[in-house]
Structures are given as C-alpha cells and as structure tokens.
C-alpha cells in the first residue's frame, strides 16, 4: 500500500477550502490509503494523470470534485509515498503544477519546491541589469561556498543576477525554501559557517549519506519542517477534520532544535522579534517535558490572564486535550501563582495589591507626612527599581546598594530619607491591610525557597517584562538543575520598566541562548516598516548582558506596505478609521481579525461610539481576553502584547500621546531614566504594529509622534 504525505503548501489554502470540496480531499485521500498503486492509477474515480509540459515529471492531478483537482507529486523511483501539495480550481491547478519542480537540497536533504518557469523568465531580465551594477549581492561568496550551502544550478545563476536585497525578495516566492533562506542569512551579512550551522546542520539528518542520490520516500522523510506524514485512517481523518493549526505539525528547524532538545544542563533563553514563534517554541517545549515522565509537572507562565487563557486553549490544541498530560500543566501569571502561595500561607486572608496609581497617592501622603525631599514618582521607581529589584530588606542594605541604571547619586543621609519613606510607606501598607504585587511576589519567593520547590520545569513566555521580584518566583518554584527555566521573550517588546540580570538572580543562561529569526505573523512589509521605529536605539539584552539586535529578522510572507497618515483633526482620523474597517470587513476579514489600538483608553472610547454607530460589532479588550465574542477588538497598546490580528489600526501616534508626556521623567529629573521611559514608550509603538498580519494602519491628528520614521 502507498504512504501518503501533505506538503504545508497544501495546509496553507486547506481551511479556505469549501465543505464539498474538503469532502472531496478527504475521499480522494482515502484511496491513497485503501489501494496499491496499480489500482490507483486505474481508478476512474480518481483520475490520477500526468500533467502535459510539466517541469516536473512526477507532477500528477487528481479529481477532487467536477471542479477542483488536487496536485501530487508522485514517486518515480520505486518508492512508494506520494505527496498531495495543493488543491486549486482545474485550470490553476494544471498550470500551478506545470510550473513547478521539486528536488532534493544537495545540503540540507530536504524536498524543495520553486517556481522554474518564473526562474527562467526572470533570470534573464536581472541579468541584464546587473552587468553594469558596481557592486552584486553575493560577490562576497565563492560558488563553491554556495554549492556546500546547497545552492543548485538554477538558484545559483539568479543569485549572481542579484544586486541587493529587494531583489532577492522579489524572488523569494520562486526559490526553493532552504536555498532561498541560505540566501537570506547571507544577504544579511552571516558567515557562511553561521549560515551552515542555523539552517543546514539543523536540517541535515545526522546519518545522511555523503552521496545525496535518495529515493523520494527518504527525501519527504528528511523534510519534517514542511511536510507531514500520515500512518493510518485514523490520523488521516483526523487531521482533515479538525481546523489546521501549522503551527502545531511544521516547525522551523530552529524552532524544533530548541523546542524538542532531549536535556538542556540548565535554563535555557530563547529570544526573537516579534510573531517569531516564541509562544509556539515554548508550548512544544512543554508538551516534550510533559512527554519525558508520567509524573513531572510543568509552570507555563505568561504576562496577562487573557494570554494565559489563550495559551491555556493552544496547549489543549497541541496536546490533543489529552487531560492526564494538561493535568500536570498550570498556565498562569507569574502575579496569579505569587498570590496562591501567599494565600495559601495565609488562612487569615491575604493582604489585597493596589495598583499603581493608588501606589502613587500613597507615596505622596508619605512625602507630605515626613516633609521628604522628593517627588512620589522618583520614590516609587527607586521603590520598584533598587528596593524591590535588589530585594533590600534593610537600611543596611540600602546604604551599600549599587543603584545601576538610577541617574541620580543618593549620598548617605540622602538614602536614609528615603528608607525613612520606604518603612514609613510600607507601614501604611500594613495598616490598611494592603499590599502590592511585587510585595507578594517577595513574600512568595520566600515561601517558596523555604518548601519542596513544586514543579519539575517552569516554562516561562513574554520574559522581557518581568520584574527581578517576579523572578525570585520562578527561580524558587524549581529546583536549580537540567532543564529548570526555559524562558522566552522578546527584549524590543520591553514596555513596562523592568531591568534584570538574570545570571544575578540564580538564572544563568550563557551557552544555552538562542535565537529565532523567522517572523511567522506579519509581512515583510509591516516587519520593516516596524523595525524602522527601533532603529534608533539600542535594546538591552534579555538576561541583562549587553544589547539585542534584530539582525536577520525577516518574514516569509508579502503583501501592501502599511499605510501611514496624519489628519487635521482627532473627528477626521475616527471618520477614517470606521472607513478602514469597513474595506476590511469588505475584504472579507471578519470583525474579531480586526484590531484597533490606541495609546488612552480615552481614545478609544471615541473609536468605539463611531464604529457602534457604523453598525460594527466592537469589544473591548482588558484583562481578560473576549475569546469567541464577534466584534472588532479594541484595546490600548499594553492590551496588544501578545495578540495579533489580520488587520491592525493604531491610531493616535501623535506628539505628546506618543511618548505620553506624563510618563516621560523630566531629563533634568533624572537623564538615564528619561532615556529609559522614552525607550518604552518607542517599544509600546513597535510592539502595537507588529501585532498586523497583513494590513497596518498607522494615523494621528496634529503633529505626528516623534517615533515615526517617515514624518517625524
Ligand atoms: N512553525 C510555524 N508554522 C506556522 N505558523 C507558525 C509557526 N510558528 C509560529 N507560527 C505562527 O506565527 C504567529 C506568531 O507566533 P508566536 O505568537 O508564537 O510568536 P511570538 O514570537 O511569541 O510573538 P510575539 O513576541 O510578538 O508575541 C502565530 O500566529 C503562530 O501560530
């Protein structure tokens, strides 16, 4: 009986499919499993024929339904798996396949698809032009190099027809996937060892031949990251029943080598822009952990509870709601468990969090009490920075504290006026019965530390923003040992003010550091324009050590550049945005693939009574997520971390909003955290614009935001 197997390429239209058409994949799949390859080729039904003037030989369609046929690559070798790598109408689908030519990477031995007809066109016209460019792509690298890096013949004479990058991405959907990538590592200034240890030796199998002469079989076997093999009916039928989530079967190999690694010696950072696959890498890394032992348990933390709930949903999908594994997962907030323990130290009822502003009145009443110096927001940052950061318990402690990153000496008598408001705000606390969420998170570490750590592995997603007390947390739910803390995060999409290093607080991850660079979410298109707004500066690693680059960070994916513009008035920008949203709803996209953000909620209030009387479904995004609720969501841009929409409109990037004044520290107040608050407030904007799939919309009134590359 023949093997059957499913190219991404398949998966990609699958779910836009109509249901008679799905019925029909699933019969015609069903015969590749039922009959030997002498019936299949005579079955009527099926109709499984060669395709005339085809590229590739083993190009064959088969019918679908009277209207749509499937394209399969068929063996020719002897081997027996046959591959199904689209479904197309039946004139696209003849010429789609006619075009295309699949072949085994000479490197990477995996199977590859390009467009050869598009190649041989457009080679020429390239060529051309590059004769009297003063400078082409790749001079910098030998053909030989290239050849070891897996680039073919055909690959090779578009690339030496290449003079910079834009040319290479109008090339990009016509090379063969690894061979275009290799291109792409290079294009961006990598060695060609770097290039040969991110993508080939990842792909590579281990016990490869040194020949590359493989049957088809062998070569769709090397291919994991874009081809799925089914074994059984059972598999088969359920993998076309349910909705197709990619992002579950084909990883990038520099997702999966981090993801599926058997052990790691200690925690383990994984770092990467934004729609990268960081969420995906550290939910496959859960589900190995799980795998390993029938007993571990696993902390999967996140930021907010709507991103808990949500990943609380993906794990099920990954899974397969396997309840005895999802039994041994608890998906929370770092806040959200730091408060069980505490509550479950504390029969007498815990103290309640108040929240920053609240904080804020407070440290006031305490600086008006005690006649301090000082204002109440630089005693809540030296609060939240070097007391809670450094987890000072003492005068003592205080007075010899090193105050990195504060821009201001303290002498000595100056650190006790503040120690005086520290006690002094904390007694208040106590008195009231309150308390804050860092406090918590200090009051749970120690508990913790002194218990049975009570997990096996804590896994922890959007890292870049947790405080060192939240920190202190995770490090005490697990023992410190192999495959401890895998943690993962994104130091451009830093917007709330936390600086930690973590090798200082017991989680050292030199030697265990990696890097996705892979965006999976947005266009090329929306990334550049994105990373544009962070050219300026230098982003502080992850764990604290050095800086954070987005060298190499690119997409797969093309379409309209985002669409930037300023308005006369606060009225004409909402009139425009109810506009917008309806050519999307127009577009087809439905209302929830709709985000709107803005930097107020103040704002979006405004949107929000437009779009209702436009009659659009709108909700509103807060803490919780509106999972299955119709309606175009709205939220502020701290409310956007994490999430992602086919179509995103930011409105409101305007002087004085984008940075907000008030939360900019005067330089004179402060000068390294003036620069630090203008750094959060830029990452606020990047991160509100990469949560765009395929439509970004970015507008203001009045004078445009100082962020924005192309006006201000
Ligand atoms: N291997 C994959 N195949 C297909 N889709 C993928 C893959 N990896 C990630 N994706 C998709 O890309 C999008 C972004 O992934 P994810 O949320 O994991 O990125 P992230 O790096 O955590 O993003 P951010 O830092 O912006 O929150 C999601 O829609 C996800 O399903």
Redesign the pocket.
């Known amino acids: 009986m023949p093997r059957l197997a499913f190219a991404q390429s398949f998966w990609d239209g699958y779910d836009t499919l109509d249901k008679q058409v799905r019925t029909g994949v699933r019969k015609a799949m069903a015969k590749f499993q039922a009959l030997s390859v002498a019936e299949l080729n005579a079955d009527k039904g099926l109709h499984l024929e060669s395709v005339e003037n085809a590229r590739d030989p083993r190009m064959r369609t088969i019918r679908v339904t009277d209207f749509w046929r499937g394209v399969v690559l068929a063996p020719d070798d002897g081997s027996d798996t046959f591959l199904l790598v689209n479904v197309l109408p039946h004139d696209d689908a003849y010429t789609w396949a006619a075009k295309r030519l699949y072949s085994a990477n000479t490197a990477t031995r995996a199977l590859e698809v390009r467009n050869a007809v598009a190649l041989d066109e457009l080679t020429p016209l390239y060529e051309t032009a590059a004769r009297s460019a003063p400078e082409l792509l790749f001079d910098g690298v030998s053909d030989g190099t290239l050849r070891e890096l897996g680039i073919d013949d055909q690959v090779l004479r578009a690339a030496r027809s290449m003079v910079d990058k834009a040319q290479l991405e109008a090339f990009a959907t016509l090379l063969p996937e690894d061979q275009l990538e290799v291109l792409q590592y290079l294009a961006e200034g990598f060695s060609p060892e770097e290039v040969y240890r991110d993508v080939v030796a990842v792909r590579r199998p281990a016990d490869a031949p040194a020949e590359p002469v493989e049957d088809l079989a062998t070569v769709i076997a090397n291919t994991s990251a874009r081809i799925r093999l089914v074994t059984g009916p059972r598999e088969l039928e359920e993998i076309l029943a349910k909705p197709f989530?990619?992002?579950r079967i084909?990883?990038?190999p520099s997702?999966r080598r981090v993801a599926y690694r058997t052990s790691y010696g200690g925690p383990v950072q994984v770092t990467?822009?934004?729609?990268?696959?960081?969420?995906?890498?550290?939910l496959h890394r859960v589900k190995h952990l799980l795998g390993r032992s029938d007993d571990s348990r696993v902390l999967l933390t996140t930021y907010t509870n709507a991103l808990a709930a949500g990943l609380r949903d993906m794990l099920g999908l990954l899974l397969d709601d396997d309840d005895k594994q999802l039994s041994r997962v608890d998906v929370t907030t770092v806040d959200a468990f730091a408060n069980s323990v505490v509550r479950a130290a504390t029969p007498q009822g815990a103290a309640k969090p108040l929240g920053d502003r609240e904080q804020r009145q407070l440290w006031e009443k305490v600086i008006r009490r005690l006649g301090l110096p000082f204002t109440a927001q630089f005693l809540a940052q030296e609060y939240r920075h070097v007391v809670l950061g450094q987890d000072l318990r003492d005068l003592d402690a205080y007075l010899a504290a090193n105050r990195r990153g504060r821009g201001t000496g303290l002498g000595p008598s100056r650190r006790r006026e503040v120690w005086r408001g520290v006690e002094r705000f904390e007694e208040l606390l106590r008195d009231r019965g309150e308390t804050t969420h860092l406090r918590i998170c200090a009051r749970a570490a120690d508990l913790l530390a002194a218990g049975t750590a009570p997990y096996d592995h804590v896994v922890v997603?959007?890292a870049q923003d947790l405080h060192p007390a939240q920190w202190r947390v995770l490090r005490a739910a697990v023992a410190p040992g192999p495959d401890d803390l895998f943690v993962?995060?994104?130091p451009h999409?830093r917007i709330y003010d936390s600086r930690v290093s973590l090798g200082s607080l017991g989680i050292p991850t030199a030697g265990r550091s990696f890097r996705?660079r892979v965006?999976?979410?947005s266009t090329e298109e929306i990334l550049a324009w994105s990373a544009a707004l962070l050219t300026p500066v230098t982003v502080e690693a992850l764990d604290g050590e050095g800086a954070d680059t987005l060298a190499g960070y690119r997409s797969l994916l093309h379409g309209g550049r985002p669409r930037v513009q300023g308005y006369g008035s606060r009225h004409e920008e909402t009139e425009a945005l109810v506009e917008r949203v309806k050519e999307w709803l127009a577009e087809g996209l439905a209302p929830q693939e709709i985000g709107v953000c803005a930097r107020f909620n103040l704002s979006l209030d405004a949107a929000e009574s437009k779009l209702r009387a436009a009659g659009i479904p709108v909700v509103r995004v807060k803490g919780q997520g509106a999972q299955g609720v119709e309606g175009v969501r709205l939220a502020t841009m701290h409310a956007m971390?994490?999430l992602?929409f086919r179509a995103v409109s930011v409105l409101g990037v305007a002087e004085g909003a984008v940075p907000f004044a008030r939360e900019i520290t005067p330089r004179e107040a402060d000068p390294l955290q003036h620069e630090a608050d203008l750094l959060r407030e830029r990452c606020l904007l990047f991160?509100a614009c990469?949560?765009a799939?395929e439509s970004l919309s970015v507008t203001w009134s009045g004078a445009p935001s100082p962020f924005l590359p192309e006006v201000g």
């Open positions: 989530a990619a992002w084909f990883l990038h997702q990467g822009g934004p729609g990268t696959g960081k969420t995906v890498a550290a997603d959007e993962t995060g994104d999409q996705l965006n999976y979410r971390k994490g992602e991160v990469t949560r799939r």
